[in-house]
C-alpha cells in the first residue's frame, strides 16, 4: 500500500528553527508538496519538489531525496502565525494526491 | 477575486437524510476534488472530476455521488447520511492533475451526522 509518514506533533519556540520530517512510501512519484493548514482552516500550498535538493522560499525551505524517500520542511526565524498544520503529500504514478495526516507545530513564545 | 467558495460551511443531519453540498471556482479550473479530513488522518479523496460532464471514483466514494454540469461547479451528494459520514469536507480546484499544479481549496463544510 501507499503511505507517507510524518510526526504528529512538534513544539518549537518563536524565532527558532524547526524541521518536519516526511517519508513516503508511493506507487511511483511525480512530485512532493508542503500545505500549511492553521485550525479551522484550507490548507494553502507551501512548496513543490520534483527533483533532488533545496527549494528555499523566504523562512520556508523544503528539501527532497528520491532516493531516500524522504522530504522536510524547514521553518526558519518561527513566529506565533506559523503555529499551524503542515500537510506532506505526494503525487504518485498515476497523478494522485497521497496525503500525510499532518504535522502539529506548536510555537511557544 | 473569490477561488474556491463551499456552501453550507456547517450543516447537521439525521441518519438517513439527504443533502448536497456546493463548490463553486471562478478560476477556470479545469480539474476539481471532494475531500474529507477526519482527526489523524490524512486527506481522503472522495471523487473527482478532469472537466465539465466527467466526474471519477477515488480512494473513499461509497455513499457519495457527485455531479459536474458545469466547469465552475461542483456538486457533492450524501443520498442516506451515515453517522461514519461526519467529517470536514473539502473541495479544491487545479489547472491540470499533473506537474507542479497547485491545489485550491475551499474554507470546508463542517458535516455532523446524527
Known amino acids: 500500500g501507499q503511505n507517507i509518514d510524518q510526526p504528529t506533533e512538534m513544539t518549537a519556540t518563536e524565532g527558532a528553527i524547526v524541521q518536519i520530517n516526511c517519508t513516503y512510501q508511493?506507487?511511483?512519484?511525480?512530485?512532493l508538496f508542503w500545505y500549511q493548514q492553521h485550525a479551522g482552516e484550507a490548507p494553502t500550498f507551501l512548496s513543490y519538489?520534483?527533483l533532488d535538493g533545496l527549494e528555499e522560499k523566504g523562512r520556508f525551505s523544503s528539501f527532497l531525496s528520491r532516493s531516500k524517500g524522504y522530504s522536510y520542511l524547514l521553518l526558519k526565524e518561527l513566529q506565533m502565525k506559523d503555529s499551524a498544520s503542515y500537510l506532506c503529500a505526494v503525487r504518485d504514478s498515476n497523478y494522485q494526491l497521497i496525503w500525510g495526516a499532518g504535522t502539529k507545530l506548536i510555537i511557544k513564545p | 477575486n473569490a477561488g474556491v467558495t463551499q456552501t453550507p460551511k456547517f450543516r447537521v443531519l439525521k441518519t438517513g437524510q439527504s443533502m448536497t453540498l456546493l463548490c463553486a471556482q471562478d478560476?477556470?479550473?479545469?480539474?476539481m476534488y471532494w475531500y474529507r479530513q477526519d482527526p489523524g488522518m490524512g486527506l481522503r479523496l472522495i471523487h473527482y472530476s478532469v472537466g465539465e460532464g466527467t466526474t471519477a471514483k477515488g480512494e473513499v466514494p461509497d455513499g457519495y455521488n457527485v455531479s459536474r454540469l458545469k466547469k465552475q461547479n461542483f456538486l457533492l451528494g450524501l443520498e442516506s447520511a451515515a453517522p461514519s459520514q461526519t467529517s470536514v469536507y473539502f473541495c479544491?480546484?487545479?489547472?491540470?492533475?499533473?506537474?507542479?499544479?497547485?491545489?485550491?481549496f475551499g474554507a470546508g463544510s463542517r458535516l455532523t451526522v446524527l
Open positions: 519538489n520534483v
Open positions: 508511493t506507487s511511483g512519484f511525480n512530485g
Open positions: 478560476m477556470n479550473h479545469e480539474y
Open positions: 479544491a480546484s487545479s489547472l491540470s492533475g499533473s506537474g507542479a499544479n497547485v491545489l485550491t
